[in-house]
T-cell receptor, first 112, second 114 residues
C-alpha cells in the first residue's frame, strides 16, 4: 500500500484558492488517487479521483505529477463551508470491498 | 432523502453490555463497509462486505461482528463493550460502475461506553 504525506494544516481566507498537496512516492501502477473531506460530526465525503494528469469536476481540480508521486487538490474560491479535514488516499479502485486507509489529513481553516 | 441511514445517531452503553448499530443504504451498492473514528484518531477501516459476503476484516477483536440480513443492510454487533470502544462508527457503501473506492458514508453512530 502506498503511504501518503500531507501537510497537517492550512489556513486560507474566504475567496482564496487553496492547493493541498499530497506525496505518494510508492504509488503502484494499479492505484488511483482519491481525495475525501470530512467536516465535524459528519462522515467523509468523496471529492475527486484521478490516475494521471489533470482532472476537474464541479467541486475541485486535481493535478497529478508526471511520475504520479505527487498530487495537488485545488479548491477555487473557498468559503467557510470548505473548512474540513482533507484526506488523500491511494488505492485500487476496482477491488470490491477495498478499504480506504485514512491518514491524519490536512485540516483546512477558512477565515472570513 | 438520506441515502445511507445509520441508527441510532447517539448511543450510550455500560461496560460489558451488547449493542447493535444499524446501517441501511439505498444507493443500490453491492459493497458495504464499517469504519471507526475515535477521538483525535484517524478513521480506521473495520470490515468490508460484497454481496453480503465478508471481504476484509481488520478488526482484531471478535467482539465486533457484522451482520448482513439483506443486500443493503450491514449492521454491527458489539459485545462485551469496553470504554475504549467509545467512538463514532461510520457505515459506507460503494460499487457504482465498479469504482469501489468511491465510497459514500453515512452520518455515523456516536457510541459512548461508560
Amino acid at each position: 500500500l502506498a503511504k501518503t504525506t500531507q501537510p497537517p494544516s492550512m489556513e486560507a481566507y474566504e475567496g482564496q484558492e487553496v492547493n493541498v498537496s499530497c506525496s505518494h512516492t510508492n504509488i503502484a501502477t494499479s492505484e488511483y488517487i482519491y481525495w475525501y473531506r470530512q467536516v465535524p460530526h459528519q462522515g467523509p465525503q468523496f471529492i475527486i479521483q484521478g490516475y494521471k494528469d489533470y482532472v476537474v469536476n464541479e467541486v475541485a481540480s486535481l493535478f497529478i505529477s508526471a511520475d504520479r508521486k505527487l498530487s495537488t487538490l485545488s479548491l477555487p474560491w473557498v468559503s467557510l463551508r470548505d473548512a474540513a479535514v482533507y484526506y488523500c488516499i491511494v488505492t485500487d479502485k476496482g477491488n470490491a470491498g477495498a478499504k480506504l486507509t485514512f491518514g491524519g489529513g490536512t485540516r483546512l481553516t477558512v477565515r472570513p | 432523502d438520506p441515502k445511507i441511514i445509520q441508527k441510532p445517531k447517539y448511543l450510550v452503553a455500560v461496560t460489558g453490555s451488547e449493542k447493535i448499530l444499524i446501517c441501511e443504504q439505498y444507493l443500490g451498492h453491492n459493497a458495504m463497509y464499517w469504519y471507526r473514528q475515535s477521538a483525535k484518531k484517524p478513521l480506521e477501516f473495520m470490515f468490508s462486505y460484497s454481496y453480503q459476503k465478508l471481504m476484509d476484516n481488520q478488526t482484531a477483536s471478535s467482539r465486533f461482528q457484522p451482520q448482513s440480513s439483506k443486500k443493503n443492510h450491514l449492521d454491527l454487533q458489539i459485545t462485551a463493550l469496553k470504554p475504549d470502544d467509545s467512538a463514532t462508527y461510520f457505515c459506507a457503501s460503494s460499487g457504482t460502475g465498479g469504482n469501489y473506492a468511491e465510497q459514500f458514508f453515512g452520518p455515523g453512530t456516536r457510541l459512548t461506553v461508560l
